[in-house]
């Protein structure tokens, strides 16, 4: 899942996601709100009506892009945001958020069907779309716009000063996750053991001596039982290891460069007589 994460100036956190459905999309609304987030701090931005093509309008597109200028996005994410919205996306934000309100609405948005931005953006260059870099209206993203080096200026004209701000947002990117799944199976194993046996028998000795009174004529019986060892299997089940998993966050600072523009005012006045 894909999201785009802001930062505001109090420390706060923004958090937007795009769906397909607007079921989907009203119910991750629903359960953020049912979390003790308020309703003021969730907006619902309502994609066109179409049935989804590869061809989208540029003029829609930059009716979406009016739509979300008021959020504090990176301008390449307002662009695939205004493009699945084009595409009959809707696109729920939320604004204000502390860490465990974060927390928690991140797990409700990637619960509800959420839109992985960074796929679908390459889905819809496949179909031509060629995002930012190449959109008829990336001029009006950053208020620059191209004019004459000089143009006959009628009275009270003014010429707009503009420079242009670096805004550094984040995007909370899905980098794959571990499964852990226990499952039996059955092996082969063998053990020696010893067993004892015990044997009966009948000896027959030889002998020539005169009997004694108690051994003449005596009726006697003698016994004797043969026992020996068996085999027995039993087994014990017993836990040897236990596996587990548990999440760690840290944070890193990285430096962002880039460029920004502004207006400069060069004035000439070759008047004689002032």
Known sequence: ????????????????????????????????????????????????????T????????????????????????????????????????VSGLSGAEYDSALDILEDDGTVNLDEREESWRSEGWGGYSSSPYSGAATGMAATPAREPVAHDDTIEVMEERLRVGKRDTNRGH???????????????????????????????????ATEAFQDRTLEAEEHRE?????????????????????????????????TEVEVEDDRRDR
């Open 230 to 262: 068996d085999v027995v299997v039993s087994k014990e089940a017993r836990v040897v290891e236990e596996i587990g998993l548990r999440k760690t966050s840290d944070t890193h600072r990285e430096e962002v460069s880039d460029t920004v523009r502004h």
């Open 178 to 212: 571990v499964r852990v799944r226990a499952y039996t199976v059955e092996e082969p194993v063998s053990e020696t053991v010893e067993l004892r046996e015990e044997h009966v028998e009948l000896e027959r000795r030889p002998v020539d001596r005169a009997a004694t």
């Open 1 to 52: 899942m894909t999201y785009n994460t802001d930062i505001g100036t109090m420390g706060s956190t923004t958090i937007s996601a795009l769906f397909d459905s607007r079921a989907d999309a009203e119910r991750a609304t629903e359960r953020l709100r049912m979390q003790g987030i308020a309703a003021s701090q969730i907006d619902l931005v309502e994609g066109a009506e179409t049935t989804g």
């Open 54 to 93: 590869a061809t989208t309008d540029p003029d829609r597109n930059k009716g979406f892009w009016d739509k979300l200028g008021d959020y504090l996005f990176p301008e390449e994410d307002r662009y695939s945001y205004a493009e699945g919205l084009s595409r009959g996306g809707f696109l729920v934000t």
